[in-house]
C-alpha cells in the first residue's frame, strides 16, 4: 500500500546519510529532522570524521544541530557498517563512485548528489516534478547489473534550476537551443569550499566542471522514458558558470530558442499554468508549486526568493523578448535544498509512494 502524505507509515523507513559531515550532507540532517517517513539511523563520512560523535565531527553551519543525530557516532561508508538500507549519498565525487557502486552491490537503494552515475543509460536522473516516470530504468539497472539495491541520482544544483524552468516551456513548444548564465552562491563548493579572500567582493567567472555537467544534464532530465530507454532530449545549450559572493541559492538567466516561434504571452501562459508531474503531488516533501512565476520588476533575488516553498520552489522572473532567440528569463532555486538534499528526499518520497522502498 503506498504512503500518502496525509497518512503516515506505522514505522518509518531506517535512512543513512554518507557525506553527513558536509555542506549537503548538514542540509540532509536538517531537513530529515521530524520527516514523517524517513529517520536517520546511520551518519557516515571519512576516516577523518569516523568514530566520533557526529556533533564533534560536523562544523554545524545552519541553526541548531538535532540532537538526536548530534549523539549518533560517525561510521566509514563501508556497507558493512551501515544498517540502512536507504542511503542518502552527500559524497565528494572522488569517492562517491566506488562507495555508491559498494552499497548498491549489497543492497541499499543510493539516493546520489554525485555527478558520477548521472549520466548512465540506465541511471534515472529524477525531478519528480519534471520527469518522475524516468524511475522506470531503475528495473534494468537492478537486472542488467545484478544490484539487489540501485542508485538514482538528482542533478548537478544549477541544471535543476534551470530544468524546473524550462520544463514547462519544453513540453509545451519544444526547445532548440538555450543559452544559460549562471550566478551560483559560495555554498554550492561545500564546506569550507572558497576561501573569503577569493570571493568576498568578487566574482569568479569559473568552476570546475560545472558548464559541462549543466550542458548534458538538462538534456537527460527533459528526454523521455520509453520502453526501457531513456531518450535525451536534443535541444543545444551554451553555459556560463559564475560563482558569486551569496550564501545560499543559484539565480541563473535563460535565452531559449524554440522549436518554432514562441511569443511572451504564450510562454507565461505555459510557465504559468504548469503542476508537474500528478505523482510528485502532496509528497511530504513537494512545495505546493514547485515553479512561481513573478511580475516584480526586478525578481527574483537571491536574498528574496531564496527560502521560497521551503526551499523547494524556483521562482522565475523577468520574462521577455530576446533579440536574437526568442524568450528570456530569469529563474532561482536553493541549491542545497531544491539542488541537493531536499531534491533527493523527494526522490526517496516518490519511490516510497511507488513501493519501490518495500515496507517500512
Ligand atoms: N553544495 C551544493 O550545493 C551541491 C549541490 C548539488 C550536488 N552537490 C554534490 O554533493 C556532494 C557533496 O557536496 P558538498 O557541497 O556537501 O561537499 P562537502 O561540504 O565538501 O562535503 C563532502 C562530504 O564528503 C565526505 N568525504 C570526503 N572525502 C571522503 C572520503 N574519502 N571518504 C568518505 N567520505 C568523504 C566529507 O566527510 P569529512 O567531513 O569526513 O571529510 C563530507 O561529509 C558532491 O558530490 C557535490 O558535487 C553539491
Avoid at 568576498?200 to 537527460?220: A, C, F, S, T
Avoid at 526551499?311 to 532567440?325: A, E, H, N, Q, Y
Avoid at 532561482?332 to 513501493?355: F, P, W
Wanted: proline residues 6%; hydrophobic residues 45%.
Amino acid at each position: 500500500m503506498m504512503p500518502q502524505s496525509s497518512s503516515k507509515p506505522a514505522r518509518k523507513w531506517p535512512v543513512a546519510v554518507l557525506g553527513a559531515t558536509g555542506a549537503v550532507g548538514q542540509t540532509f540532517v536538517r531537513l530529515l529532522q521530524g520527516h514523517p517517513w524517513f529517520e536517520i539511523t546511520d551518519v557516515a563520512a571519512s576516516e577523518r570524521s569516523a568514530g566520533k560523535s557526529y556533533a564533534d565531527a560536523t562544523r554545524w553551519i545552519e541553526g541548531t544541530m538535532p540532537a538526536e543525530v548530534a549523539r549518533l557516532t560517525v561510521v566509514p561508508c563501508d556497507p558493512a557498517q551501515v544498517k540502512a538500507k536507504l542511503v542518502f549519498s552527500a559524497l565528494d565525487s572522488n569517492v562517491a563512485g566506488e562507495v555508491e557502486l559498494a552499497f548498491a552491490t549489497s543492497g541499499a537503494l543510493v539516493l546520489s548528489n554525485a555527478k558520477n552515475f548521472r549520466m548512465e543509460a540506465d541511471v534515472p536522473l529524477v525531478i519528480p516534478e519534471v520527469n518522475a516516470p524516468h524511475l522506470g530504468v531503475l528495473a534494468r539497472q537492478r537486472r542488467e547489473r545484478g544490484f539487489a539495491g540501485g542508485i538514482v541520482t538528482n542533478a548537478n544544483c544549477a541544471a535543476t534550476v534551470a530544468t524546473v524552468a524550462l520544463a514547462p516551456l519544453h513540453q509545451a513548444f519544444g526547445l532548440e537551443k538555450v543559452f544559460v548564465t549562471t550566478m551560483q552562491a559560495i555554498s554550492g563548493a561545500g564546506y569550507p569550499g572558497v576561501p573569503s579572500l577569493d570571493i568576498l567582493g568578487n566574482v569568479i567567472p569559473y568552476i570546475g566542471d560545472e558548464e559541462p555537467k549543466i550542458e548534458r544534464e538538462m538534456n537527460k532530465m527533459l528526454g523521455r522514458f520509453r520502453g526501457e530507454t531513456l531518450e535525451s532530449a536534443s535541444f543545444a545549450v551554451s553555459a556560463h558558470a559564475n560563482r558569486v559572493p551569496t550564501e545560499n541559492g543559484h539565480l541563473v538567466c535563460l535565452s531559449i530558442g524554440f522549436e518554432h516561434r514562441v511569443t511572451v504571452d504564450e510562454a507565461l501562459a505555459a510557465l504559468r499554468a504548469w503542476t508537474g508531474c500528478a505523482e510528485a503531488r502532496g509528497l511530504p516533501s513537494a512545495p505546493e508549486h514547485p515553479l512561481v512565476v513573478t511580475d516584480v520588476v526586478d525578481r527574483p533575488q537571491t536574498r528574496r526568493d531564496v527560502g521560497a516553498g521551503r526551499g523547494m520552489t524556483v521562482t522565475v522572473g523577468r520574462v521577455r523578448l530576446d533579440p536574437i532567440l526568442d524568450i528570456k528569463l530569469a529563474a532561482l532555486g536553493h541549491n542545497t535544498v531544491r539542488g541537493a538534499a531536499g531534491g533527493s528526499i523527494l526522490n526517496a518520497e516518490l519511490l516510497a509512494s511507488q513501493g519501490a522502498l518495500g515496507p517500512a
